[in-house]
């Protein structure tokens, strides 16, 4: 009968309703297992008692882990932000760079365009409309007025569009079909 009750106050204990049962039993059955019972009372909760701190110790640790999970996030976020300013302010100061280059391309041939003899510049540009010779001629121009690569370019094109164009019977009149002259009317 003592074992018996020791399984029943074992059984109440895994249960935590140790004191409604101590409360209900006549104090004589007691006399005997009242010191197992706290026995086992105390060693149930011990091992509940480590168990709950340690269960407490790796909900901290895992608590601190999210904290710090958390705030690697919210600096990685910062970096990310970070590193698209930087992008941002790389590729404006490309921009910045390409358009100085190119000033200072503008202005070295303004420069340049200084020292140039006018008597030959003249001679140049009157052999150019009297011949029509802008194939050979064109890139003297071009040298002597320090035009761009840009604009050696588009005056070219506008030659080729010119010449596609049919001369008018005024030209055809004045005989001199290769001066570029002859593409002009005057009245």
Avoid: W
């Amino acid at each position: 009968m003592i074992e018996e009750k020791d399984k029943e106050i074992s059984k109440l204990i895994d249960d935590n309703n140790l004191q409604k049962s101590l409360e209900l039993r006549p104090q004589a059955e007691h006399v005997y297992s009242y010191g197992t019972a706290f026995q086992k009372q105390d060693e149930s909760y011990t091992s509940t008692s480590a168990a709950e701190q340690q269960i407490l110790i790796l909900a901290r640790q895992q608590a601190q882990r999210e904290e710090e999970l958390s705030q690697s996030q919210r600096h990685i976020l910062a970096l990310q932000e970070e590193i698209e300013e930087l992008e941002r302010e790389n590729r404006l100061h490309s921009q910045q760079e390409a358009m100085l280059k190119e000033e200072l391309r503008n202005m070295e041939r303004m420069k340049k365009r200084e020292g140039v003899d006018m008597t030959y510049l003249k001679n140049v540009i009157l052999k150019l409309l009297q011949t029509g010779e802008v194939e050979a001629l064109l890139p003297v121009v071009g040298m002597l007025l320090q035009f761009s690569p840009d604009e050696i370019q588009k005056c070219q094109q506008a030659y080729r569009n010119s010449t596609d164009v049919p001369p008018s019977p005024a030209s055809d009149a004045s005989g001199s079909s290769r001066s570029l002259f002859s593409r002009f009317t005057f009245s």
